[in-house]
């Protein structure tokens, strides 16, 4: 039930500033649901649902990972580099061990290239290439299979050009592996919730937002204020701990386990009044819940608190995450519903 959809959504591009392909397909899939629908002026689409009662805004991103054209070589190979913010002037451990080999996808004008994102194999390497500790920017290309800088720009490829990983999404055993499960997964969440609940049963005024450009800063959350919601859930990945090399002492979640209740982040302390009422429906629900600190981590919460929407943040729980093999449990999606429903219907 939930493989097909999370497929479909992960395999859509939408990296940071172009989301409208995601957006605009669940406009058409919310629209029949909606008492007003729209996509505002910088991209977020905004769902009424519907219900009576406080006004509660429940978020998930539809951005995701992205890296930028930099330079275009004149045997037509491009250059890249991070697409979020960019805090260091070299790729951090975890994205240079995730890039090489991977499968790409080139956002041109109006036009989509597949690539590979390479290196140079030991066979060809100097060795001072071979001697060389950590990764630079100028280590990783793309390769499209063009010879020559005039036929990438044909493509409609130039600098500044995004571009995303491009991996099918496949499941593995128990769990569904693949890019961009953060966010969409969370999306396919409230697609689940606005099309299996039924809003004359809310306790609850209800809007669903899928907001734009969260991996750069929280742009799409930030233009909501107190004055447009009562309270918030927002619907995140979440951190796994159940791989080696994770010390338990630190990361005490699991995929599986249920979704994390999220208290506090390196942005903000969850709001304890909203956060308890979770709880409270998690547990009517019979949903198991996981309990998350987290230091390297932030969500759109963050900005919809610093704008005085009392906010919650309930995340499923992923392995390998801002990587092209993202990894959740459809269980934990499946809790994260349960748990939505639950504390719409029930004065909690």
Not at 232 to 257: F, H, N, R
């Amino acid at each position: 039930m939930w493989f097909d959809l999370v497929k479909q959504l992960t395999e859509l591009p939408g990296p940071v500033g172009y989301e409208e392909r995601v957006n605009r397909f669940l406009l058409q899939r919310w629209e029949p649901y909606a008492q007003d629908i729209k996509i505002d002026p910088i991209g977020n689409l905004v769902a009424h649902i519907g219900g009576q009662g406080p006004r509660l805004l429940l978020t998930a991103h539809s951005d995701e990972i992205c890296f930028l054209v930099k330079s275009i070589s004149e045997d037509g190979f491009l250059f890249i580099t991070y697409g979020q913010a960019d805090m260091v002037s070299r790729p951090t451990r975890s994205i240079g061990m995730n890039m090489t080999g991977q499968p790409c996808l080139v956002l041109g004008d109006d036009t989509l290239v597949e690539g590979t994102i390479a290196a140079l194999s030991g066979h060809v390497m100097t060795p001072q290439q071979r001697e060389k500790l950590g990764f630079d920017w100028n280590d990783f290309f793309i390769d499209i299979g063009a010879k020559s800088r005039e036929e990438v720009l044909e493509q409609g490829i130039q600098v500044g050009a995004q571009v995303i990983w491009n991996p099918k999404t496949r499941q593995i055993g128990h769990y569904i592996t693949g890019k961009a499960m953060d966010d969409r997964a969370g999306l396919a969440i409230l697609d689940r919730f606005i099309r299996g609940t039924d809003p004359k049963t809310y306790n609850y005024d209800v809007y669903v937002v899928s907001t734009v450009q969260e991996e750069i800063g929280l742009i799409g959350a930030g233009s909501f204020s107190k004055d447009d919601f009562d309270l918030a859930i927002s619907v995140e990945v979440g951190l796994s701990g159940d791989i080696p090399l994770v010390d338990y002492k630190d990361m005490p979640t699991a995929l599986g386990a249920g979704p994390i209740v999220v208290h506090k982040d390196y942005g903000v302390v969850y709001d304890r009044a909203v956060t308890k009422r979770v709880e409270t429906a998690a547990k009517a629900a019979n949903v198991p819940l996981q309990h998350g600190v987290f230091s390297n981590f932030g969500t759109d919460g963050i900005s919809l608190t610093q704008r005085g929407i009392p906010t919650a943040v309930v995340a499923f729980p992923a392995r390998y995450t801002h990587s092209p093999f993202e990894t959740v449990a459809e269980g934990d999606l499946e809790g994260i519903f349960q748990l939505l429903r639950t504390f719409v219907q029930k004065d909690v």
